[in-house]
């Protein structure tokens, strides 16, 4: 049983149990999820929280980057998310485009994500420039959890999805974006693809929870993909490890049904409904007829 309040206890978890949880040291394990099964999944399994992921556009809506994604798709998502969680904190990205024009976009749309999505906080991506925005988001009551490092919004910036901090004044500038979150009152920072002694010294240097991904074993918590967690689809990142091949065993069920269709076999006895011996005669009897007139 956890210290205290995440490893499966029903407490709800919120932003006080993140900071709590890395005082106890205690790991936070959040996973992604998009639609209300994945969510009643990550909810039984025990995840502390889970993340409506802008990850939405590449594991579910089959584009290559994740910049397509708009408020509409992360507002909808993040409600069927909501209604499968009871426990678990629920942290819904804002997609690219929500946040960058003005602040006050930004609230409204946070703000959305809240009250229409059901989600306790929301996620955005960048380092000391977007500061003042997380200060005016929690000022306005929005917690919001930061991301730092490779952010995919930016891939066209990057030119690619490519480790960052990888030089010892890139991860300087990097522990000096976690400390201007940390003071503008984010609740915790996604480290995402940055070299693991950075990440461990981040961990060390801020008083609020690090979630890793592609951070190494140094972090307060780790985040996940659920699709590349359990095997559906091809690609696997190499920060990723597949604990179940489900894609496999959902293609492999659809074929055999397809199978027992062309086969005849499929639906049986088991998935048909009679009408009574009467009623069958009568319809015989009345066989064939002719549409009537009007
Ligand atoms: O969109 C997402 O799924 C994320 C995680 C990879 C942290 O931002």
């Given at each position: 049983m956890s210290a205290v309040s995440g490893g499966g206890t029903r407490d709800r978890v919120t932003v006080a149990t993140f900071r709590a949880m890395k005082d106890a040291d205690e790991a936070i394990v959040m996973l992604t999820a998009y639609d209300t099964p994945g969510a009643r999944i990550a909810e039984a399994a025990g995840v502390d929280a889970v993340l409506v992921g802008d990850s939405l556009g590449m594991t579910v809506l089959g584009f290559d980057s994740t910049l397509p994604v708009t408020m509409d798709d992360m507002v909808r998502a993040t409600s069927a998310v909501s209604r499968g969680i009871s426990r678990a904190l629920l942290v819904a990205d804002m997609p690219f485009g929500s946040y960058q024009a003005?602040?006050?976009?930004?609230?409204?749309?946070?703000?959305?994500?809240?009250?229409?999505?059901?989600?306790?906080?929301?996620?955005?991506?960048?380092?000391?420039?977007v500061a003042p925005l997380v200060e005016r988001l929690v000022t306005a009551g929005i917690p919001v959890m930061a991301h730092v490092g490779l952010t995919p919004q930016s891939v066209n910036v990057f030119g690619g999805y490519k480790l960052q901090g990888a030089t010892a004044a890139a991860g300087i500038a990097l522990v000096q974006d976690c400390l201007a979150l940390e003071a503008a009152g984010a609740f915790g920072v996604v480290l995402e693809l940055v070299p693991a002694e950075l990440a461990a010294m981040i961990s060390e240097e801020i008083a609020i929870p690090t979630i890793g991904i592609g951070a190494g074993a140094g972090c307060d918590g780790q985040v996940q993909v659920f699709h590349d967690l359990l095997g559906i689809g091809d690609f696997t990142p190499r920060h990723a490890r597949r604990y179940a091949e489900i894609g496999v065993a959902m293609t492999k069920a659809v074929a055999a049904y397809a199978a027992d269709v062309r086969a005849g076999a499929f639906p049986a006895e088991a998935q048909t409904r009679h009408l009574d011996a009467d009623s069958v005669a009568e319809l015989e009897r009345s066989l064939p007829l002719t549409l009537e007139a009007d």
């Open positions: 003005s602040p006050d976009d930004a609230v409204a749309n946070a703000a959305r994500l809240l009250a229409e999505g059901g989600a306790h906080a929301v996620k955005l991506e960048g380092g000391a420039s």
